[in-house]
T-cell receptor, first 112, second 115 residues
């Protein structure tokens, strides 16, 4: 399985933008980049995914490098509710057919 | 609409015992996956079931088994419990359709403690 590298932890002030980086230098041409997050005492939840182009949804934006060897999850205005562990995952599928391979993720702390 | 539900919420067992964990997927979802999350680590894939058949298995010993029922609910069974089986067990469901993106929806998990 393709590997991802994320910082162990990051900190942000409330209402400030947050940029969560992910390196995936061994990504293959068919790998999708998925982001999930896990709030305290909950199961992971889907945030966003993409293949080559930058993506936006109501939760976040995903910026993908031109060579696809890295990506950045952008939270435009962090709230206290965004404090969670964020996982960057590569998967050769855009469907729920393929098991997700989680790393340790980035623990985001948001300061009021 | 109800999300993925799991039972029980918490469970305490002793070494050598057997445990059964249950999962009900979101209505209309036919695929169920099980993950184990040890404290401080990301979830690790155990099994995936679709239409009552095993479609994937992670690197777990044969003490772990699962099944999916006609109503698409699922059970995870673990025999001969070891201290290292203490973890949060997560169930995820998805539509498993081709084409459009089908995210995995996770339940809150069952916290298993083995003493």
């Amino acid at each position: 399985d393709a590997k991802t590298t994320q910082p162990n932890s990051m900190e942000s002030n409330e209402e400030e933008p947050v940029h969560l980086p992910c390196n995936h230098s061994t990504i293959s041409g068919t790998d999708y980049i998925h982001w999930y997050r896990q709030l305290p005492s909950q199961g992971p939840e889907y945030v966003i995914h993409g293949l080559t182009s930058n993506v936006n949804n109501r939760m976040a934006s995903l910026a993908i490098a031109e060579d696809r060897k890295s990506s950045t999850l952008i939270l435009h205005r962090a709230t206290l509710r965004d404090a969670a562990v964020y996982y960057c995952i590569l998967s050769p599928s855009n469907s729920g057919n393929t098991p997700l391979v989680f790393g340790k993720g980035t623990r985001l702390s948001v300061i009021a | 609409d109800a999300g993925v539900t799991q039972s029980p919420t918490h469970l305490i067992k002793t070494r050598g015992q057997h445990v059964t964990l249950r999962c009900s997927p979101i209505s209309g979802h036919k695929s169920v996956s099980w993950y184990q999350q040890v404290l401080g680590q990301g979830p690790q894939f155990i099994f995936q079931y679709y239409e009552k058949e095993e479609r994937g298995r992670g690197n777990f010993p044969d003490r772990f088994s699962a099944r999916q029922f006609p109503n698409y609910s699922s059970e995870l069974n673990v025999n001969a419990l070891l201290l290292g089986d203490s973890a949060l067990y997560l169930c995820a469901s998805s539509l498993r359709g081709a084409g459009a993106y089908n995210e995995q929806f996770f339940g809150p998990g069952t916290r298993l403690t083995v003493l």
